[in-house]
């Protein structure tokens, strides 16, 4: 499917930071979703969000359904080298619950 | 929870032969499966929808004899890379729409295929 708008495409952080990442559509969504994919596997769900402003929490992750339902955020506190990985959002656009799409993905780095 | 299954992991193969790849849902039914093709650095690119009992839809631009899907059951989906080339080398994972709700998908661990 058509690719959302995902950024930053990569980040060198310090253990122990925190890491903010966002997606982005010019359509209005009824979910958002959020992987993650370690090398060499397959995505890993990690937060699923399903209502506009919405705010879920999964351990030190934090994500966010946008109140105007073409955004989302997912937030990485006290970040640890096992971070490390490729982040993508994935949300179903309102008009087409068939479709999946996704970002570009976020590449996570993390210096210990 | 839900748990896709792919099946080999890698495998490299000579050009010129065919590749099968396995999709299987474990511990619930999906009728519905989807194929992603993934190169390097780069985010998932669906290639085509898996249909129980019926025939695949595929993305535009991915050739249909090229990429054979066959979704015989309600728990496993085949790809078949026919006449593999070099440049058909990359990462192929499977998803389905899980348990928790048919807008989560779950995904396989993918398979990583070589041809030389």
């Known amino acids: 499917g058509q690719q959302l708008n995902q950024s930053p495409q990569s980040m060198f952080i310090q253990e122990g930071e925190d890491v903010s990442m966002n997606c982005t559509s010019s359509?209005?969504?009824?979910?958002w979703l959020w992987y993650k994919q370690d090398p060499g596997e397959g995505p890993v769900l990690l937060i699923a969000l399903y209502k506009a402003g919405e705010l879920t929490s999964n351990g030190r992750l934090t994500a966010q359904f946008g109140i105007t339902r073409k955004d989302s955020f997912l937030n990485i506190s006290a970040s640890i080298p096992s971070d490390v990985g490729i982040y993508f959002c994935a949300g179903q656009p309102l008009d087409n619950n068939n479709d999946m799409r996704f970002g570009a993905g976020t590449r996570l780095t993390v210096k210990p | 929870g839900a748990v896709v299954s792919q099946h080999p992991s890698w495998v490299i193969c000579k050009s010129g032969t065919s590749v099968k790849i396995e999709c299987r849902s474990l511990d619930f039914q999906a009728t519905t499966m989807f194929w992603y093709r993934q190169f390097p650095k780069q985010s998932l690119m669906l290639m085509a929808t898996s249909n129980e009992g019926s025939k695949a839809t595929y993305e535009q631009g991915v050739e249909k004899d090229k990429f054979l899907i066959n979704h015989a059951s309600l728990t496993l989906s085949t790809l078949t890379v026919t006449s593999a080339h070099p440049e058909d080398s990359s990462f192929y994972i499977c998803?389905?729409?899980?348990?928790?709700?048919?807008?989560?998908?779950?995904f396989g661990a993918g398979s990583r295929l070589t041809v030389l």
């Open positions: 998803s389905a729409p899980g348990s928790s709700g048919a807008n989560v998908l779950t």
């Open positions: 359509s209005i969504f009824n979910t």
